[in-house]
């Protein structure tokens, strides 16, 4: 992880990554707050959906034979025009990840694509 002397210490992240020894890269599509049913989750919370696409997202993960310390770059999407929204989803994605703070994105979208989702989260993640 790199941290530049230059930029500001106070983001929750490291502005960049550095992969090396890599043997394979894992990219994930957008992990959405759906149950095994595919109907979404925690309706209307933001907080609540992060935690559900946190825990698919480590199923997507863990699939492809890789967990969240593999990861070097996530983007997080949140369909909303209010900035407290964006902070609750960030603190749970963040919880998750603890101490590895891979470089992050973080953006508010006017919409997801299902139907009331809040809360979408894509990693790329380096395997050695």
């Known amino acids: 992880m790199i941290r530049a002397p230059q930029l500001t210490d106070q983001a929750p992240y490291a502005y960049a990554a550095v992969a090396s020894d890599v043997r394979r890269l894992v990219f994930t599509a957008g992990a959405c707050?759906?149950?095994e049913s595919g109907a979404t989750v925690a309706v209307g919370d933001v907080a609540g959906q992060a935690e559900?696409?946190?825990a698919n997202l480590r199923t997507a993960l863990a699939a492809a034979g890789a967990t969240l310390?593999?990861?070097v770059k996530?983007?997080?999407y949140v369909a909303s025009h209010d900035r407290a929204d964006l902070v609750t989803a960030w603190d749970v994605v963040r919880g998750h990840f603890a101490d590895h703070d891979a470089p992050s994105t973080l953006l508010?979208?006017?919409?997801?694509?299902?139907p009331d989702q809040?809360?979408?989260v894509e990693a790329v993640a380096a395997l050695r």
């Not at 508010?108 to 299902?114: C, I, S």
């Open 33 to 35: 707050p759906l149950d």
């Open 108 to 114: 508010g979208v006017a919409v997801l694509g299902y």
């Open 74 to 76: 996530t983007t997080v």
């Open 52 to 54: 559900q696409v946190m």
């Open 69 to 71: 310390s593999d990861v």
């Open 118 to 120: 809040l809360v979408e």
